[in-house]
């Protein structure tokens, strides 16, 4: 078999810092050069440490049992990471150095946006989650501001808080809007004014159950910066016990594979978990989400992704939605706003919101893209792109995972080949049949031409490289086994009161 696709980056400097990194080549083959490689952390520490975020940061936190007991008694606190957790922030600052200087540069302005009960575990959480990103910020100066719909009506704990307290930082109010009552997803969102969300570079709707200890914002911000996608997410982890991570089966973290750890991988799609989307598409998605139900937000994520994908589409060198793998957020599962914030079962109105795109609405679409630089080729633009956009939205909200089909295009994988991880049940990189102009490329594919305006097939690409990262193609869904066989990781499921 011919070997898999790699789009090779130049090879980076070693890095410097506690884990002593070692910078070696591999060697060419078949006509592809080799790639500098960065051995931040041995194989067998980098796997051990996939297992235990897998299973929600086992053997990761000092004070495990503390945290069982915080499962029952819903509490919240800041837990100290053993030496293995604290490997997993040095490999994740390593990572984000070694992208930094190939990333944008500027200051970003992120909303995030999120409904949140009145107690003190979700008002400490937010406390900590700002702390996290302004600390792992990079010297950048990004700006993060909240708005927040306090969905059960009260506000006691938030009043006291320090985002309300001390509400200027760097002459900026913290939380820069606030709505008291109750409402779904969409209600909420659909109350941000949009000369407030046009003030942002992009939007993060965040679930108010979600934990940061594994995050970093400086590596998450140089995926973001150098790839530029419309719609991106980190990788989520489930709560201690197992338990749910994302309902969907590939945006839990990704175990390494042949050639290494998934650093960023390429997606068929999203959810409304904790999606960063930018607000170069958000009137597009508001106009969406105002003419449906209000109950409910299924599948207006696969609108946004949609809208990713047709960017994806047409020759303007966006990649499709991109999950974050290297900084996962870690899920609690509290679900707050299911049990208090109005009554919003998820299902209620899911068809009306799997409704044909409008024209309203594909035009909307559309003049985000061509504002962008975006534009599907020859003279029926104009014509093509409703009913394009159309069949894209119907194939995204019933078959979202055939995206990343060879029919399609595929999807792309940036991968740290520096632990040597040997892993040979997951391929990073789908071996092709067939080889086009030096490049291989599967026979049922869209053309090499087409591929080649996208970026995807040129070695001397810039436009899709990250860091000392390999890139290359995969088909279908990724998975997102185990990184140790069932039966070897099944001494890390645990549950509280185990």
């Known amino acids: 078999m011919p070997s898999a696709l790699l789009l090779v980056l130049a090879a980076q400097p070693a890095l410097h810092g506690a884990l002593q990194p070692v910078t070696s080549a591999v060697p060419a083959q078949d006509g592809v050069a080799g790639v500098a490689q960065h051995a931040h952390l041995g194989a067998e520490e980098l796997r ?16 495990e049992e503390k945290a069982k007991e915080d499962k029952k008694d819903w509490t919240w606190q800041p837990y100290e990471k053993t030496h293995m957790g604290r490997k997993w922030d040095d490999y994740q600052a390593a990572l984000a150095r070694d992208f930094k200087s190939g990333s944008g540069k500027g200051q970003l302005k992120v909303l995030v946006v999120t409904a949140v009960s009145d107690s003190a575990q979700e008002v400490l959480l937010a406390e900590d989650i700002l702390q996290r990103l302004v600390e792992t910020s990079g010297g950048q100066g990004d700006v993060f501001h909240w708005a927040l719909f306090h969905h059960d009506n009260t506000t006691e704990h938030w009043t006291n808080s320090t985002l309300f307290t001390n509400p200027a930082r760097n002459g900026e109010k913290v939380v820069v809007f606030n709505h008291v009552g109750p409402g779904c997803k969409a209600q909420n969102w659909g109350r941000l004014p949009q000369d407030l969300t046009e003030q942002y570079d992009y939007i ?3 679930d108010s159950d979600m934990r940061f200890d594994f995050f970093r914002w400086d590596l998450y911000r140089a995926v973001l910066t150098t790839l530029n996608p419309l719609v991106s997410q980190p990788s989520i982890l489930p709560p201690f016990g197992g338990g749910q991570s994302s309902a969907i089966k590939f945006l839990p973290i990704h175990p390494p594979c042949d050639k290494g750890f998934p650093v960023a991988i390429e997606l068929p799609r999203t959810e409304v978990q904790a999606p960063l989307i930018s607000t170069k598409i958000w009137p597009a998605i508001r106009t969406r989400m105002l003419n449906g139900p209000s109950t409910t937000v299924w599948f207006l994520d696969a609108y946004w992704d949609a809208i990713a994908q047709m960017a994806k589409d047409s020759s303007c060198g966006q990649v499709g939605p991109v999950l974050v793998n290297a900084a996962p957020l870690w899920h609690q599962a509290w679900k707050t706003l299911a049990k208090k914030g109005g009554h919003c079962p998820t299902w209620k109105g899911s068809e009306a919101a799997r409704r044909d795109v409008s024209s309203e609405e594909s035009e909307e679409a559309r003049a985000a893209l061509l504002k962008i630089g975006c534009q599907r080729k020859g003279p029926a633009l104009l014509r093509s792109f409703e009913q394009h956009f159309r069949d894209l939205f119907s194939l995204q909200s019933h078959q979202g995972q055939a995206m990343c089909e060879a029919s399609r295009g595929m999807c792309r994988k940036w991968v740290d080949a520096g632990g040597q991880i040997p892993f040979d049940e997951h391929v990073c990189f789908t071996e092709f049949a067939q080889l086009t102009h030096g490049v291989q490329i599967p026979s049922n594919s869209l053309d090499f031409a087409e591929l080649a305006k996208r970026g995807m097939v040129n070695a ?6 990250l860091g000392g990262l390999r890139v290359g193609f995969y088909v279908g869904t990724p998975g997102t086994t185990n990184a140790r066989s069932a039966a070897e990781s099944a001494k890390y499921a645990w549950t509280p009161g185990d």
Not at 48 to 63: P, Q, S
Not at 460 to 465: F, K, Q
Request: cysteine-free; glycine content about 16%; hydrophobic content about 50%.
């Open 460 to 465: 001397n690409d810039t436009e899709h490289l």
């Open 48 to 63: 051990d440490i996939l297992v235990g975020l897998h299973w929600g940061g086992r053997g990761l936190l000092a004070d």
């Open 204 to 206: 993060w709707l965040l």
